[in-house]
């Protein structure tokens, strides 16, 4: 069975990062790219970046370029995103999902939840 | 970056109704366009991608239509596991993205 589970998620004041990360099992994580993808409280799904499965190819979003680093360990079957210079916007529920190609995420966690508040 | 615009906002079902849910690019995605269900609390689920090809564990009265700019999503016949938020995206270009959603709701 397929499992994501993130993890990292909380509460930091504004400028502050937080690395969160995606434990994978169930599959061969090092053969799928993979994404993070959020939701802020009551709206709709923004995706945040992408990521190959041999992280020749890396995307990010504009509203989080130059803040946010997506990585992989495919030894640890595990994706991170690093989150710097936090702001309140960036306020939402992060999932990790696997793409069963490219763009189109077939298996998602639960996710964990970024608060950017004072 | 390519916009997605779905409607309605809401759609109001009696179970057993039809619903017709639209999606609308900015630009042509071509066939590169998923459609995802979201219930309340839980992550999305992938629904249909390629446009027309339903994901793993959804039943033939989810189809999905279209190519270019329109898209459609219909449930021929509503069952109460049915009420969800829906989602298109496109994934023709980077940024992928996603329409503002359609709520499903009971009549």
């Known amino acids: 069975e397929v499992q994501l589970v993130e993890s990292g998620g909380g509460l930091v004041q504004p400028g502050g990062s937080l690395r969160l990360s995606c434990a994978a099992s169930?599959?061969?994580?090092?053969?799928?790219?993979m994404n993070w993808v959020r939701q802020a409280p009551g709206k709709g799904l923004e995706w945040v970046s992408y990521?190959?499965?041999?992280?020749?190819?890396?995307y990010y979003a504009d509203s989080v370029k130059g803040r946010f680093t997506i990585s992989r360990d495919n030894a640890k079957n595990s994706l991170y995103l690093q989150m710097n210079s936090l702001r309140a916007e960036d306020t939402a529920v992060y999932y990790c999902?696997?793409?069963?190609?490219?763009?189109?995420?077939?298996?998602w966690g639960q996710g964990t939840l970024v608060t950017v508040s004072s | 970056e390519i916009v997605m615009t779905q409607s309605p906002a809401t759609l109001s079902v009696s179970p057993g109704e039809r619903a017709t849910l639209s999606c609308r690019a900015s630009?042509?995605?071509?066939?590169?366009l998923a459609w995802y269900q979201q219930k309340p609390g839980q992550a999305p689920r992938l629904l249909i991608y390629?446009?027309?090809t339903r994901a793993t564990g959804f039943p033939v009265r989810f189809s999905g239509s279209g190519s270019g700019t329109e898209f459609t999503l219909t449930i021929s016949s509503l069952q109460s596991e049915d009420f969800a938020v829906y989602y298109c995206?496109?994934?023709?270009?980077?940024?992928?993205?996603f329409g503002q959603g359609t709520k499903v709701e009971i009549k």
């Open positions: 995206q496109q994934y023709n270009s980077w940024p992928w993205t």
């Open positions: 630009q042509s995605v071509s066939s590169n």
């Open positions: 390629g446009a027309s």
């Open positions: 169930g599959f061969t994580f090092s053969s799928y790219s």
């Open positions: 999902a696997r793409d069963l190609v490219r763009g189109i995420p077939d298996y």
């Open positions: 990521i190959s499965s041999g992280s020749s190819t890396i």
